[in-house]
């Protein structure tokens, strides 16, 4: 109970509440921009290559060699850790947004909302646009939609990276927010690796995932600190 932060308001028990430091919000806004930006540039680098000959090259040398390492145990974990990025991860949309209404944190709620539904927006509208055919899988069935990008990378990337940005700014300890951070990345990164090895995806689909995840996550934040800093300054004119 010592880890968490005191409650700034009897409305909304938010830590978000509290007026953070200018220059520390115009720092998350600038890196939040820059990061957008880059997302972008390499993911439309990559969509504008998939017709050319070192995707090919790049995307069956790594589903060849990540599938040498198949094995009846490994399958049976990769099938579970897709599914925790799949219909899983649904469950524990639906789960994050009950708790946070119950524990009055309507903003973490709004949120993970708009995250979740702007990433879906996201994950089809660019699948359907590029209408990229799946691999052949290895163990399991061939997934109905299409291929590019790979939406568990995607929404693991925005799920479970936005979860353990919102728990971790609710707590003081250093020590359980470097734990949560890791969780969170070391799962993101076992389910995009687990859609290549059950071989429903190529290694480009996933990377392009997780870029358009780090292009989404990235204008939510910067949206979100400019409308704080305009928040703010009107409350200083209105004082004045």
Not at 3 to 16: A, C, G, H, I, M
Request: proline content about 5%; some cysteine.
């Amino acid at each position: 109970m010592n880890d968490l932060k005191p409650v700034t308001s009897n409305r909304l028990p938010e830590l978000e509440t509290v007026p953070k430091p200018i220059a520390l919000m115009e720092t998350v806004t600038l890196v939040s921009l820059v990061t957008g930006i880059a997302s972008l540039v390499l993911f439309a680098w990559i969509a504008g290559s998939l017709s050319r000959a070192w995707v090919r090259n790049f995307d069956f040398s790594i589903r060849n060699n990540v599938h040498e390492y198949a094995t009846p145990t490994l399958t049976k974990w990769m099938i579970w850790i897709s599914f925790v990025g799949g219909d899983g991860l649904v469950a524990a949309a639906i789960l994050s947004v009950t708790l946070f209404l119950a524990f009055r944190w309507r903003r973490a709620a709004v949120w993970m909302l708009v995250n979740i539904s702007g990433t879906l927006i996201l994950d089809l509208t660019l699948k359907y646009s590029f209408a990229r055919l799946r691999p052949t899988p290895f163990f399991v069935p061939v997934p109905r939609t299409p291929s590019f990008p790979s939406g568990h990378s995607l929404f693991s990337f925005c799920f479970y990276g936005v979860l353990a940005g919102l728990l971790a700014d609710r707590i003081d300890s250093r020590r359980w927010q470097v734990l949560i951070w890791a969780i969170a990345a070391l799962l993101v990164g076992a389910i995009g690796l687990s859609r290549i090895y059950l071989g429903v995806h190529y290694p480009s689909d996933v990377v392009a995932g997780y870029l358009t995840g780090t292009l989404w996550v990235s204008t939510m934040v910067a949206l979100d600190r400019m409308r704080k800093r305009r928040r703010e300054r009107s409350m200083d004119a209105s004082l004045t």
